[in-house]
């Protein structure tokens, strides 16, 4: 008992009276195997991808994305023109400046505090940033890393241009009580921390492959945004219009997206291209697709040499029916249709006068007398 490793568990007694070790069960084997098998599900998961993957749906600017990027447009319109005009939606920004969220509760204060970093556009691009470049990574293509590019500048451009252009100051430093505080030199409207909130993290749930992911992530990614925005009024930096434009803003640039698919593909295509010329001015070897190796064919001894050659499979074929060996298994054989093989190292000497299973036997010479 001393000699086992402390990590086996013994089962069944060891010996029996006046006998030697009969049986011994030892947990760890099996505890091995699962964990082997689930590796090999994990890799084969991973081997099923294939690069550069074709079957990922890229979205396009549909009738019903129009419609919903023309009433978005029509409600970001509105809360402008409802600012502009001093209307009831300028009254309810000071009602809840003046109720000051952050006294009423000032038990969550510490909380939000870090929670409205989620919004924040260095940390939050940095995070989807990695997660995007792994993706880009794995699947061989820049369409990912491209997109959140081209959303992120489509963010400044716009939203930037809304701040500098409408000039709105924040609750902080108001001046008029009522009043609007549009063309006073400020940055606030729409709220830059909704809007990146909604384009960070709705990119996410742009760039997901299945139906179903593409839900959750949408729902996760609405439910960030708008914590992150109510975030911004109980600490009192926003106004609450500025909010709903923020929403609105970020919610136009994930639905005008389409329309700058064909742009990301062709710059997709032209960054392959020098990569592939700079490897070449460089003599580096350019990657080439994997071809499969032609299986070898063992035949017994004495069988005909006339072997159907077996015909070559494409590699994204050969890379599938890898991944997928666990899950769909190839037919099994029955035992007398396999060819006897003798293993390498076998200690057995190969015998020239035995023949395969299932051929007829010559006949034997009678002998009597």
């Not at 490793?5 to 699962?34: A, M």
């Not at 005909?304 to 890379?319: K, L």
């Amino acid at each position: 008992m001393r000699g086992l490793p402390h990590h086996i568990v013994i089962t069944k007694p060891l010996f029996r009276q006046g006998s030697q070790l009969t049986r011994c069960n030892v947990d760890w084997v099996r505890t091995e195997r699962n964990l082997t098998r689930r590796l090999d599900r994990v890799f084969a998961r991973l081997d099923r991808e294939p690069e550069r993957p074709a079957h990922i749906d890229v979205p396009r600017m549909s009738r019903h994305r129009v419609v919903l990027f023309t009433a978005t447009l029509a409600f970001y319109l509105a809360i402008v023109w409802a600012v502009v005009i001093t209307s009831w939606l300028v009254r309810l920004d000071w009602q809840v400046m003046f109720f000051r969220p952050y006294q009423q509760w000032p038990q969550i204060h510490a909380f939000l505090d870090y929670y409205v970093v989620l919004g924040q556009r260095g940390p939050t691009a940095v995070m989807v940033a990695a997660w995007l470049g792994w993706r880009s990574w794995r699947q061989h293509t820049l369409r990912p890393l491209l997109t959140l590019a081209t959303s992120l500048l489509l963010l400044n451009i716009t939203v930037g241009a809304a701040k500098l252009g409408m000039g709105r100051l924040g609750p902080h430093y108001a001046t008029v009580i009522g009043s609007n505080e549009m063309a006073l030199g400020g940055d606030i409207f729409p709220s830059g921390h909704t809007a990146n909130a909604v384009v960070t993290w709705g990119i996410l749930a742009y760039l997901a492959s299945t139906p179903r992911a593409r839900r959750w992530l949408s729902a996760l990614s609405a439910i960030t945004a708008l914590g992150v925005g109510l975030t911004t009024v109980y600490l009192g930096t926003h106004w609450l219009s500025d909010v709903l434009l923020g929403w609105a803003a970020g919610v136009l640039i994930l639905l005008a997206l389409p329309w700058f698919e064909p742009l990301i593909a062709k710059t997709e295509t032209a960054l392959f291209d020098l990569r592939d010329r700079w490897r070449d001015r460089r003599g580096l070897p350019v990657p080439e697709p994997a071809v499969p190796v032609a299986p070898v064919v063992l035949r017994p001894r004495g069988a005909p040499a006339e072997q159907p050659t077996p015909a070559r499979e494409p590699a994204a074929s050969t890379r599938a029916s890898r991944g997928m060996a666990h899950l769909a298994p190839g037919p099994h054989t029955t035992r007398s249709e396999r060819t006897p093989v003798t293993p390498a190292g076998s200690r057995r000497p190969p015998h020239a006068d035995r023949l395969p299973r299932g051929t007829a036997q010559p006949a034997r010479p009678v002998t009597g007398g």
